[in-house]
């Protein structure tokens, strides 16, 4: 599909909707002679829409701001997410991957501007981020900020964009509060949340372990591990366990060993380490050192490939959910790996994925919407369903409180070579960790306004 159809398309569904929208608006609108749009801030057909956060797009660019981690806890991987970023503007400007493939999408960049960008270090800590992001905003101009990583980072950054009317696409952050209590309408997000992985894990260690078991807590003392706490103690106690204690540690924390030492052996049936990035990489293997896997299981609730590599062997049997795998076999997954794998020697991680992903679910909603005007472009995202975004099967972006309804992978850990570090236990299906607009996080959700 040449970006030409897609503009064409766009203006006739839009039609006299468009033009109702724009007359209330009429005087805070741009100047000119009501022209065709060309330099990618009018809606096409003649239509133009007022200025908000960095719209209208000048000049022949369109900036985009990578936001990660590159020093702190979670730096490695920050590393990884901006592969992933870079590969989707390289593909976005000159084809490959995706772009390829889906229909909204051709090479020459969006919405035939070309796609440049600024990148930011968070340091895992909100503030910074956050004046990374402002800096993106003010200065280079952005017109949409992705990251993430760390929840906290997350949540203090798409508050801000919501300010500045800027989109904010998450990367990874896992705490149910991003699309829960703190929820934004400028903000979305795919992977599935804390929630969720409660709702997939508890089942897969009740047909494990058994039933009427006793468990001990140990989480990273902030948004992200205080909802990874709540939820997994909500859905384990409704499966008839008992949780003994649940213990916050400091993130960025390199010795447990107190804190492990602490840990009961002779009530404790089953031990979760709601640790992510390196303070799993700490925490899990000091476990094991201290022999407690002797006496009890170990459950990591988030993994990722980065933790599991530096952990090595400690993560043998111990159960997690992971956001994707690189060796899942279907179109999407095979061509990103392909590309990531070209450009870098390596197989990515769900991470790089993510942060693909959110640079061409953008990318693509501004196709459909045939404007970068940030309210349209939040309205193709909005209930937006899709299939090819290498998890196999569809996904749909909800209208209601910006979270991703898919599929929550249960995976053992199971060293076995290089990049292979799980084997997939269960895909536990939407249907089975879906949670309605008025329930679980999604009830605490009020997103704000567009404009």
Known sequence: MTRSDSRTRRDVLKGAAGAAGIAGLAGCTQ??????????????????????????????????????????????????????????????????????????????????????SVEGDTGTN????????????????????????????????????????????????????????????????????????G???????????????????????????????????????ESGWSQIDSVPTPLDTSDYSSFLSDVPREETDVLILAHYGLDAANSLPQAVNQGLDEDMEIVVPLYN????????????????????????????TNSFVEAYKSEHDRNPSYTARLAYNATMQYAAACERAGTFYPPEVLKELEGHTYSNAGLGTEEELRACDHQAMRPVQVVRGNVQGEDEFFELVNQTPTSEVEYACDAGPAAQCNLGPYE
């Not at 956050?130 to 990583?149: E, K």
């Not at 798409?158 to 896992?174: G, N």
């Not at 997939?200 to 990874?228: C, H, K, M, R």
């Not at 062997?313 to 111990?318: K, Y």
């Open 305 to 332: 490939r980065l933790m599991a590599k530096a952990s090595g062997e400690a993560i043998n049997g111990v159960f997690g959910t992971v956001d994707w795998n690189w060796q899942y076999d279907n179109p999407a």
């Open 31 to 116: 100047g000119g002679d009501g022209g065709d749009g060309g330099d990618g801030g009018g809606g096409g057909g003649g239509n133009q829409y007022p200025s908000i956060g960095n719209f209208p797009v000048e000049g022949d660019e369109v900036v985009i701001g990578f936001n990660v981690p590159q020093s702190g806890p979670y730096s490695a991987e920050g590393q990884d997410e901006l592969r992933g970023y870079n590969l989707a503007k390289e593909h976005l400007n000159n084809g490959g991957g995706w772009v390829d493939q889906w229909d909204e999408l051709s090479s020459g960049g969006i919405l035939d501007k070309t796609v440049a």
């Open 199 to 237: 709702a997939a894990l508890a089942p897969i260690l009740n047909d494990e372990y058994g039933s009427n078991l006793n468990f001990y807590q140990l989480y990273a003392d902030y948004t992200w591990g205080q909802t990874v706490q709540s939820s997994m103690n909500k859905f384990l106690t």
């Open 126 to 197: 909100p503030e910074q981020a956050t004046q990374q992001a402002r800096r993106m905003i003010n200065q280079d101009n952005a017109m949409m900020i992705s990251g993430g990583s760390s929840s906290a980072v997350a949540i203090a950054v798409q508050k801000l964009c919501q300010e500045q009317k800027v989109q904010f696409q998450c990367c990874l952050t896992h705490s149910n509060d991003t699309t829960g209590k703190s929820c934004v309408r400028y903000s979305t997000r795919e992977v599935f949340n804390a929630f969720m992985t």
